[in-house]
């Protein structure tokens, strides 16, 4: 098992849900934290929260990964004790709405390809060049299993998850050479502020998705993160799929 105490872990998304747990296990065991999302003040009270707790560095930075020129400049301007990364987490997505194809809002589209693809790419092009630079570092993409199968009126969401498995895989061959590791831990049914957001703050609705089930927890999947960040340096998770016990498949669940 490899220490990351004192690595410093770049996450975008950290303000809630899976971004978030993510921030607490590897606060837990001594990294140093970047934590970035679009919501400042929560970002600021989850620095300070982790700080009392874990007594580690925490630095909160406001970030939204579908601003390319905003990606470079926080990259770039990073301080000096911040710069060299050792591990991104590129947490940061969302789903909105849950229609056919023909019905949907073409806004929601864009916002998430420009939030799960594009974002995620800006995100990985601004802070991979100095891995590569130092020989060193790890990437673990947050993928879904929608990165593996399509549900009813799931498409785009699905088709963006599809897309971050096929960034996985073509940046791990881009880096075999570099002594840079390629992960990505692609979850089933988290119980977050995923469906609330994906059903625009109607909490009915997203409480629906998870009833007669017990969901993964935020924190079931930062286990599997710190997983992959804690093999020896010889052995990259390429990928883990987890789901609820109760689930089977994207549209196979149990429900009691
Ligand atoms: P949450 O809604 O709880 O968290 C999403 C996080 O992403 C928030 O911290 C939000 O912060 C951040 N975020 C959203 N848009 C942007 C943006 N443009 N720039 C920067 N940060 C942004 O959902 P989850 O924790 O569940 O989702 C995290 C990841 O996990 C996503 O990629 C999602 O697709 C994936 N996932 C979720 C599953 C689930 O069932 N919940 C299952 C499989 C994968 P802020 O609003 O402050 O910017
Ligand atoms: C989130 C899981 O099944 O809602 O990626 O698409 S699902």
Partial sequence: METIKNKVVFITGATSGIGKACAE????EGAKLILTARRENLLNDIKNELTTKYNTDVLSLALDVRNRNEVQKVVASLPDQWKNIDILI????????????????????????????KGLLYVTRAIVP???ERES??????????GHEAYPKGHVYCATK?????????????VVDKNIRVSTVDPGAVET???????????????????????????DVADAVLFCATRPPHANIAEIILMPT???????FHRT
Avoid: C
């Avoid at 296990?25 to 837990?28: E, L, M, N, V, Y």
């Avoid at 570092?137 to 299993?145: A, L, P």
């Avoid at 599809?162 to 881009?174: E, S």
């Fill in 162 to 174: 599809h897309a971050v498995n096929a960034i996985t895989k073509g940046l791990r061959m881009d």
């Fill in 193 to 219: 502020n995923f469906s609330i957001v994906r059903f625009s703050g109607d909490k009915e609705k997203a409480k629906n998705v998870y009833k007669g089930l017990t969901p993964l927890t935020g924190a």
């Fill in 137 to 146: 570092g790890h990437i673990i993409n947050i993928g879904s299993t929608a």
């Fill in 130 to 132: 100095g891995m590569v």
């Fill in 246 to 252: 109760q689930q089977a498949s994207a549209m196979v």
């Fill in 90 to 117: 590129n947490n940061a997505g969302l789903a909105k709405g849950m229609n056919k194809i023909y019905e949907d809002d073409i806004d929601n589209w864009e916002d998430m390809i420009d939030t799960n693809i």
């Fill in 25 to 28: 296990s590897f606060a837990s």
